[in-house]
């Protein structure tokens, strides 16, 4: 099983990025998706997720209004679009893979970098 953020960069406050992650190697469409961040010395958090019909099941509050996540499952990729990106929102970006039966997720993304200045 692979999964594979790519989008990340570094941008100015306000600016809009959209994450990706190909999955391979799962039968995507039976795996709910997540992505997660983890800011310098703080721990991990949730920040979107969604299940395998579209449905979304998660938004952090700090993100409510600016970040959507959407799925494919015919190209087995989740996205994360990012707008009005603030300096907060500084961090590494996971994706990973929860099955339907499951409450953890098994699978994890190496992660993509996301750097906003103010």
């Known amino acids: 099983v692979q999964l594979q953020a790519s989008g990340g960069g570094l941008v100015q406050a306000g600016a809009s990025l959209k994450l990706s992650c190909a999955a391979s190697?799962?039968?995507?469409?039976?795996?709910?998706m997540g992505w997660f961040r983890q800011a310098p010395g703080k721990e991990r958090e949730i920040v979107a997720a969604?299940?395998?019909?579209?449905?979304?099941?998660n938004y952090a509050d700090s993100v409510k209004g600016r970040f959507t996540i959407s799925r494919d499952n015919a190209k087995q990729t989740v996205y994360l679009q990012m707008n009005s990106l603030k300096p907060e929102d500084t961090g590494v970006y996971y994706c990973a893979a929860r099955p339907i039966s499951s409450y953890d997720y098994r699978y994890w993304g190496q992660g993509t970098e996301v750097t906003v200045s103010s």
């Open positions: 969604i299940k395998w019909n579209g449905i979304i099941t």
């Open positions: 190697g799962l039968p995507f469409s039976n795996y709910r």
